[in-house]
């Protein structure tokens, strides 16, 4: 069974730097993508940046240039570098092995102006 936890989410002003981290277990993590969503409310889940077994990165239009994603096989552990963060970066960001359904209880991220 995947599991998947979350954390490193907090309260931080516009402009401040957060950084998420997701442990995994259960599953081969060094050959699963993984990805990291957002849901903000009222709004659905969105997929923020994602990350391949051999490292290749993709992130969302809103997120390029100021998000990181990476990763630590050794740790089974997925991370996201949050910068220069807005206020419509506020959510709650979960992260999920790519091609699984199964999620952690995500990590509230709020950012105020």
């Known amino acids: 069974q995947v599991q998947l936890v979350e954390s490193g989410g907090g309260l931080v002003q516009a402009g401040g730097s957060l950084r998420l981290s997701c442990a995994a277990s259960?599953?081969?993590?060094?050959?699963?993508?993984m990805g990291w969503y957002r849901q903000a409310p009222g709004k659905q889940r969105e997929l923020v940046a994602s990350?391949?077994?051999?490292?290749?990165?993709n992130y969302a239009d809103s997120v390029k240039g100021r998000f990181t994603i990476s990763r630590d096989n050794a740790k089974n552990t997925v991370y996201l570098q949050m910068n220069s963060l807005k206020p419509e970066d506020t959510a709650v960001y979960y992260c999920?092995?790519?091609?699984?359904?199964?999620w952690g209880q995500g990590t509230q991220v709020t950012v105020s102006s």
């Open positions: 999920r092995p790519l091609g699984y359904n199964s």
């Open positions: 259960g599953l081969r993590f060094s050959i699963n993508g």
């Open positions: 990350i391949s077994s051999v490292g290749s990165t």
